[in-house]
């Protein structure tokens, strides 16, 4: 019986599964085979799924296809305009509190070339220690996305475009993880680390960026910073980490899992400065590693 035709995942959980039937099971009658070709066909994303956590991705969708392929393509979630948030001010998420924003577009109705606020632009979400927010999409009417004040967590969450940057770290210690979901179009920074502490960045997509990620250059407190950065695919670039190393910055990069495309440097240092001038770039895509 031929399964010409069927989309291309699907055939392959078809025909992986037609290959181990028993001789029995080939005597079936055509109509028979025919239901069972069917209930295959009609449940694939729920055995893709199972493949998947069959093969026990650490975190979610780390290797599983499904995740890689809407890297590749950036299939940022496309909620209906009907459904979409607009924040007069930005939505605080308490200390050990998780926001779960059902794959909602969220904003603030501000253009990015619009009048800025005064000092450091309001961000769409604040953070307090502790806090964890997921499945949000960020649209493009904002200045800053996400702003945290001590270690949080932010998983799932998806930037259509960034502006000023996507998410701003002001912990002063402890560890921000920063796990699913992706940005594109963000022509400067996409995750700033302005504070101390550790930064991990898993399982994420990036396409048509400045920076992944920057250790605060000028800021004027400077301290150690660490950053590490695996499994992620990013597409037109120019700089994955930046760093500091005149301040004991550490930037450590799985690049065995991470996917590159048109980026043209994996890690630059910089001598960063804490007087407000601007940093001077000391090396550029190299490994210092000892």
């Known amino acids: 019986m031929s399964v010409a035709g069927i989309p291309a995942v699907r055939s392959e959980i078809a025909t992986s599964m037609l290959a181990h039937m028993s001789m029995a099971a080939i005597g079936m009658t055509y109509t028979t085979l025919t239901l069972v070709l069917n209930y295959i066909l009609s449940n694939g994303s729920a055995l893709l799924r199972r493949s998947c956590r069959h093969r026990r991705c650490s975190r979610p969708y780390r290797r599983c296809r499904s995740f890689r392929q809407a ?28 926001f779960d924003g059902k794959n909602l577009r969220y904003g603030r109705g501000i253009k990015c070339n619009g009048a800025p606020d005064v000092g450091t632009p309001s961000p769409v979400f604040i953070l307090e220690p502790g806090a964890t927010i997921a499945n949000v999409v960020i649209g493009a009417d904002q200045q800053t996305g996400i702003r945290c004040l001590g270690p949080c967590t932010i998983r799932n969450v998806w930037f259509e475009e960034v502006c000023e940057e996507a998410i701003i770290l ?20 996409v995750v700033r680390h302005n504070g ?15 920076r992944l990620y920057r250790s605060c250059g000028n800021c004027s407190t400077q301290v150690k910073r660490e950053v590490t950065i695996s499994n992620v695919i990013a597409r037109n670039g120019k700089l994955i980490a930046g760093v500091n190393s005149n301040y004991g910055d550490v930037a450590t990069i799985d690049t065995k899992t991470n996917a590159y495309t048109s980026v043209t440097s ?7 400065t804490n007087n407000g001038n601007e940093p001077v770039r000391l090396t550029q895509n190299q490994s210092n590693a000892k």
């Open 170 to 189: 002001r912990q002063t210690s402890g560890r921000t993880t920063i796990t699913g979901g992706g940005a594109k179009s963000a022509p400067d920074v």
């Open 266 to 272: 994996v890690c630059d240092t910089f001598r960063g």
């Open 71 to 98: 890297c590749r393509q950036l299939l940022v979630p496309n909620p209906s305009a009907l459904t979409n948030v607009k924040l007069s001010a930005p939505r605080t998420i308490k200390a050990g509190e998780t």
């Open 196 to 210: 101390a502490g550790v930064v991990d960045i898993d399982s994420y997509c990036v396409q048509d960026f400045g």
